[in-house]
Every structure is written in C-alpha cells, then in structure tokens.
C-alpha cells in the first residue's frame, strides 16, 4: 500500500542542478541499449516488488468489497488514461481519487494501491507525470497547491502567456539547450510550458527528469504503480507528416525508452536518451538530462505535425497558442517544418535488433533522428499496447477513455476498436474483441462500464471506464485551455463518478467479479448477475 505519506514532504527530492540542457557524462562499462527479448532486469525487479505490495492491497479491497471472493491467486492489474487535454487530466484525475484510499471512503477506494501499472498518453500523460514527477502526492493535493491557479491562469492562454516570468524563462531554456548543440522544436516550449502547471520546483520544475522518478521515495519502496507514458513515432523520411494507422509505438519509462514493435523491438536506458549512437554504442560521451519530464509529456501531447507542411507564423498573438510557441522558438533559429515533431537523437542508429523485422528495421535504424508525436494520433487514444505485452504479466486493464469523438466531445469507442483492429498487425494476442462504433452506440456501451474479453481466458480483461455526464458536463472541448476552480472540482467530481458508475448499488462488487473472474478463485455471489450485465460477448 502507499502507506502514511507525508504530503508536505511530497516534493522532497533535491536535483542535483537545475537546467534544461542535456549534459554531458561518461558512459557506463555495460551497454545502454538491448534487444526487446523482455523486460529490463530493473523493470524486472520493480514489478516483481510492486506486485507483492499491490497484492496486500487488492487483498484488502476485495474483502472490503464482498467477502465471498477467494483472494489466494491475484491478478496483476492495471490502469490507463487517454489522451483528451485537460479535459482528460481532469477526469482522469478523479477516477484515480476515488480509487486512492488516502483521498477517497468510497467503494472503490484502495484499488489504486492494488494497481501495478499506470499508463497514460497525451492528456493522460499530463496526469500521470504530473503525479509520478511530484512523487505521487493525493489528487487532492495537487489539485489545491498546483493546478487551481496554473489551470485557472494557463500559460497556454497567450494572454497570460504573454504577461508571465515563464515566457522569458522558457526561451532562456530552450536557447541553452541549443546553445549545448541539440535540436529545439516546438515540443521544447510547448513541454516546458506544461511543466510550469504540472511539475513543482524552480522554474517549473526544469529539474525532474523521467529517470529521476527511480530516486523518489514512493517508487523506490514500490508503493506505486510502474508508470509509462506513450508517443507515436512518424516516418517522415518517407514524405509523412502524419503517424499511420500502423505506426511504430514508442514507450517511455523511468528505465527506458523504445518500442517492442518490430520495425525497432529495442529499448535505451532513459537516463541517456539523447546520447549519439552507432550500432547500439555510443560515439562518444553519453548525455543525460535530455530525458526532462516536460519534454517527454509534452512528446505525447504534440500535435503541431498536423499542421503538415505549414508552420505556425512566428508572431506574438493574443489568441494562438501555436503562433506563440514559434514566437519563442524563433528566438532561438528561424521555424520550419522539422520543427513541428519531438525530435530525438536515435538510439537505434545503424542497430539491428536480434528480435527485430530486420527487413522493417533498416527502415527506422537508417535515419539519424526520431520524429514523435501525440500517442493519440493512430486513433488509439488509451495507451493499451504496453500492457499488451505478455512479459509485464497483466491480466486486467481499467482503460478510462475521455477521447472526444462524438460532436459533443465524449467517446464512442471508436479508439479502443481502432486499438483491437491495430492489434493483430503488432502480434499482440492479448487484446480482447471489441465490437464496432454501432455497437457501442446501440448499446450504450460508450456510456457506462463495459467489461472486454469475458468468455476468452487467453485474452486479457478490459474494463472499459468511458467519460460520461454523471454529474457534469464533462465534454469539454480539448481546445478549452483555462479551467476555473469550481470547473476543475465539478471535472474530477465527475471522474469520481465514472469510477463509481454514479453510486450504482453493487457496482464495486461487479467491478471484483471482473478482477477476479479469470483467476479460478470463489467468485463473490453475485458475480453472475454481474458478469451478465457488465460482460460484453460476442
């Protein structure tokens, strides 16, 4: 369990500098780079701890919850948020809440604590960086002493853009770094802005990297979830400017970075991300700091590619967002095409993996850079692929999808659909069928809990948590940048509420059975009643 955490001890790690530029050190005797042949012994050993922890936990929630499950074998369990803005973060965060018992009484409290994985993409990724980076204080927390103001006065409105100490901060960030001989874009200010409303510490918390999370107190006593943020990888050496349906996952850990796809099916250790590479060696120092946490959620969160072969006017604006990012950008070299991805020194250069597609991988180990882009683009807005992967050992996902796919901005399935089509290319066998947009429309599938993958037991169990107006209009526009106090706590109420299914009765001891169905554990006595209502079968 996460235990009795000091919340104004949560920021309590110290960096040992504060810049935003990659620096400079030598690199380790053993290689930074291995073949996708399972996970990396660090993750290895932090899943194998988490998962003892999160057992006691789960333990607890279900006999809290109905005394007639049988808890001797527990499944490993797991949760994503989708892309979708602030609109995401917002719900997202109060599905967590009333799943965290140190911020909830509710049904559902505890069973964050008996989670061993969390994902998030775009908006998601906010969420979860802004959790795991602060060293996962309550939601609560965060939401009283960071986000009221931040997303109340957003830097992301130019308006306050324009008037903060943030703007001349950010260009003296990003103008250091290309000062130190890396390629700045638009995801440099547009990551560095988000970190200003997400991250505590100087200068919006320019010191927390992805890898410093393996230092925090609640990580190295396995008392959270292992977090993972997603991106999607663009071929634009092929004349691409959007990521195609069946483009090259990439995963960001505190341990490491790259993609089990088979066009790379290689990981670098995050730490020393940016370092040049050859082969799988580096050229010549390592770098480390590239790995900054802004950056990487802002990777998963950039979509300026959309704008293909135009770029934003390099202006000070009062009502574009975009034509301020190059404003910033300009400062530092003049914008141009290339600036529109997170750009990334490839750590697969020249490097064939063992587990790779060797024909597909020339494709991706021949170009120098990495090009990313929002983990949602693919429509496939919830990060499900990494938990997809048979060595993390996940028997069950809670997937809280906020994408914004029908005019009124709340989802229709569609991304989930588009994940279970896209996962027969990538071999992914795991992923239960989901059933077409009509379906879930007809059904109402995409207005309440859905439980995937019921009747298969080869096939992981998804419980599909899709934003709804229980108690708010939820379906905010991602373009909406400001929040008002009052609209954030109405926002995270209604998260409390998708996690809760409204206060429906029983719904905790439904959400037990679809835990516990596969494990050939006692079943509490309602689960059928349950599993009939919740189960989709096809």
């Known amino acids: 369990m996460l235990g009795p955490l000091l919340l104004s001890a949560v920021f309590s790690v110290v960096p040992v500098f504060a810049s935003y530029a990659p620096q400079k050190e030598i690199c380790p005797i053993t290689s930074i780079v291995r073949a996708a042949n399972g996970l990396s ?40 948020t ?8 917002l719900s997202g965060a109060g599905v967590i809440q009333a799943l965290d018992d140190r911020d909830s009484n509710g049904t559902t409290s505890g069973l964050y604590q008996a989670m061993t994985y969390q994902a998030g993409l775009s908006g998601g990724a906010w969420l979860l960086s802004s959790i795991a980076g602060n060293n996962y204080p309550t939601v609560s927390y965060l939401k009283e002493n960071l986000w009221h103001e931040a997303f109340r006065d957003s830097l992301l409105d130019p308006d306050f853009l324009l008037a903060s100490v943030a703007y001349v901060e950010v260009v003296s960030d990003i103008a250091e770094k290309d000062a130190a001989g890396y390629d700045v874009t638009l995801t440099d200010p547009w990551g560095r802005l988000l ?52 483009a090259t996952t990439y995963e960001f850990s505190p341990y490491e970075f790259g993609s089990w796809d088979s066009d790379v099916s290689a990981f670098v250790q995050t730490h020393y991300l940016g370092t040049s590479m050859s082969e799988g060696k580096p050229t010549g120092l390592c770098t480390t700091n590239y790995d900054n946490l802004g950056y990487v959620l802002g ?3 950039t979509l300026f590619n959309e704008l293909c072969l135009s770029v934003p006017t390099a202006e000070n604006s009062s009502t574009d967002i975009y034509d301020d990012l190059a404003a910033i950008l300009n400062r530092v070299h003049e914008v141009t095409t290339s600036d529109l991805y997170a750009t990334y020194p490839n750590p697969f250069y020249d490097y064939i993996s063992s587990t790779a597609v060797s024909n597909i991988a020339n494709n991706v180990s021949a170009q120098d850079h990495l090009s990313l882009v929002d983990g949602g683009e693919a429509l496939q807005n919830n990060p499900i692929f990494p938990f997809l992967q048979p060595a993390r050992n996940i028997s069950v996902i809670l997937v809280n999808d906020n994408s914004a796919d029908t005019s009124t901005n709340y989802p229709n399935g569609s991304e989930i659909l588009t994940t279970y089509v896209q996962s027969f290319n990538h071999n992914l066998t795991l992923m239960p069928f989901i059933p077409s947009v009509e379906t879930f429309i007809s059904e109402g599938l995409n207005t309440r809990a859905t439980f995937f993958g019921c009747n298969d037991t080869s096939k992981i169990t998804i419980v599909y948590l899709p934003n709804y107006n229980f108690t708010f209009d939820s379906g905010v526009s991602t373009s909406q940048l400001e929040y008002s106090e009052t609209e954030q706590d109405e926002m995270v109420t209604n998260g409390n509420a998708i996690a809760e299914q409204g206060g429906k009765d029983g719904w905790a001891t439904c959400l037990g059975c679809a835990i516990m169905m596969k494990t050939g554990e006692t079943l509490a006595s309602g689960c059928t009643a349950c599993l009939e209502e919740y189960c989709y079968y096809q």
């Open 195 to 246: 970190s200003y409303q997400l991250l505590d510490g100087t200068d919006g918390g320019v010191s927390t990297t992805l890898s410093s999370i393996t230092g925090f107190s609640n990580f190295t006593s396995h008392a959270v979830p292992f977090p993972v943020i997603t991106s999607l990888g663009v071929k634009v050496w092929e004349g691409q400017c959007l990521p195609g349906p069946n």
């Open 82 to 89: 989708s892309g979708g803005g602030y609109r995401s973060l």
């Open 299 to 301: 990777t998963s969160s």
């Open 41 to 80: 012994d660090d993750e290895e050993t932090y899943r194998v701890a988490r998962k003892a922890v999160a057992d006691v936990a789960l333990k607890a929630w279900l006999a809290k919850t109905d005394s007639g499950f049988g808890t001797d074998n527990l499944p490993t369990v797991a949760i994503t």
